[in-house]
């Protein structure tokens, strides 16, 4: 049973356009979300992370929206550059250091 | 800083075998996590061990299982291969504060094939 669920595979943006990768989860006890970004051959690496008590935080051109209600996360990024192809990945922890990650999603930037 | 390493980066068994993932974490961490990436479904929450201990497990049978050495490197064994073990599986670390937030950072994974 897929908990966290990242329903486009792919995603072309065009460079110096937003990218917007969306992320939707089905635990309520989800606490604490991350987004992970993965190039061929590597293990992901951390992107950036939100709590469930916030619901926006930035870091330069990552921003990463928080709607509990909808149980729906987002991962913004502007401009879009032809290095942030690569697949990303969403995750949501549960008590225990249990994390769920989504399928990913991989973004294609176009220059 | 050396990053999270595992070995072997490919490995081929058949059904029934037993088949050992290592992992080396980043030094000075001592939290290690497994997981198993199969094809088309996201990363599937394994086991995470800290100071030596079994911490959590996800929801996987006990065939599935590992141990972590007094230098936090782990070893994950899986018994009585299946061809649906076939899959990614990687390995993370992260420094064990006790902090329940911490990040963690990857390996490259093991790509284990069943035949």
């Known amino acids: 049973d897929q908990q966290v669920k990242q329903n486009s595979p792919s995603l072309s943006v065009q460079e110096g356009r937003i990218s917007i990768l969306n992320c939707d989860y089905t635990?309520?006890?989800?606490?604490?979300f991350l987004w992970y970004k993965k190039y061929p051959a590597e293990g992901p690496t951390f992107l950036i992370s939100i709590s469930s008590i916030k619901d926006k935080n930035e870091d330069g051109r990552f921003t990463v929206f928080l709607n509990k209600s909808a149980k729906h996360l987002s991962l913004h990024i502007v401009p879009s550059q032809p290095g942030d192809s690569a697949v990303y990945f969403c995750?949501?922890?549960?008590?225990?250091?249990?994390?769920?990650f989504g399928t990913g999603t991989s973004l294609t930037v176009i220059p | 800083e050396a990053g999270v390493t595992q070995s072997p980066t490919h490995l081929i068994k058949t059904r029934g075998q037993q088949a050992t993932l290592r992992c080396s974490p980043i030094?000075?961490?001592?939290?290690v996590y497994w997981y198993q990436q199969a094809l088309g479904l996201g990363l599937q929450f394994l086991l995470w061990?800290?100071?030596?201990?079994?911490?959590n497990r996800g929801n996987f049978p006990p065939r599935f299982s590992g141990r972590q050495f007094p230098n936090y490197s782990s070893e994950l064994n899986v018994n009585a291969l299946e061809l649906e073990d076939s899959a990614l599986y990687l390995c993370a670390s992260s420094p064990g504060t006790g902090l329940r937030q911490e990040t963690q950072y990857f390996g490259p994974g093991t790509r284990l094939l069943v035949l």
């Open positions: 030094s000075g961490h001592t939290s």
């Open positions: 995750a949501a922890c549960l008590y225990g250091n249990q994390f769920y």
């Open positions: 061990y800290d100071e030596g201990e079994e911490r």
């Open positions: 635990n309520s006890m989800f606490d604490y």
